[in-house]
């Protein structure tokens, strides 16, 4: 065998044997039942079984009523991303987490140089999101999309990898039950 040839084989080997990475994405606000509350924990916890977890955030609206939220999401291993909500003209209030995590998203696929064989796990069921999830199965990425399913926009559903519902999905429940915030 030639060194050419070994040393193509090495490559292709250190390739195949890389771990995948993972980038788990997490829109709070997106993720509200009152029947059901996801479990954080555990969805960390799954996201690192899949691969190397390369980044963790959650998109938080930036209101006095979260801290306690925000403060759990941190001890398990998020990134909390706080949005401030915007008035707007007529009084009401609205936080534009999807901007900033779209923008997110594309920093940090470029700064970890996700690729094929790669995860992206966004839980979110917005459908402003299906361009992005189609950006990201462009470059060869795995995007699972985890949400709940009658909040979960049907384009989002087919333009993901996989979709995980989370009320068929018992790990991905939260065990306690829910009291009031």
């Not at 992206?120 to 949400?147: H, M, N, S």
């Amino acid at each position: 065998m030639t060194r050419t040839a070994v040393v193509s084989m090495n490559r292709q080997t250190q390739r195949k044997a890389r771990k995948s990475r993972v980038l788990l994405a997490v829109d709070a606000q997106n993720m509200q039942n009152p029947a059901i509350r996801p479990d954080y924990a555990n969805l960390f916890g799954i996201c690192q079984s899949m691969g190397e977890l390369v980044s963790a955030a959650a998109f938080v609206t930036d209101t006095p009523a979260q801290i306690n939220f925000q403060l759990m999401l941190s001890q398990n291993g998020y990134q909390v991303m706080r949005v401030r909500p915007v008035s707007n003209g007529n009084g009401e209030s609205k936080s534009n987490a999807d901007i900033q995590l779209a923008f997110w998203l594309g920093r940090e696929v470029e700064k970890h140089r996700l690729g094929r064989g790669d995860t992206v796990v966004l839980c979110t069921g917005d459908g402003d999101f299906t361009q992005i999830v189609e950006w990201l199965r462009a470059r060869d990425i795995r995007v699972v999309v985890i949400a709940f399913r009658r909040c979960t926009s049907p384009h989002l559903q087919i333009a993901a990898s996989e979709f995980y519902p989370i009320e068929e999905t018992p790990a991905l429940q939260h065990t306690k039950p829910v009291s009031a915030a």
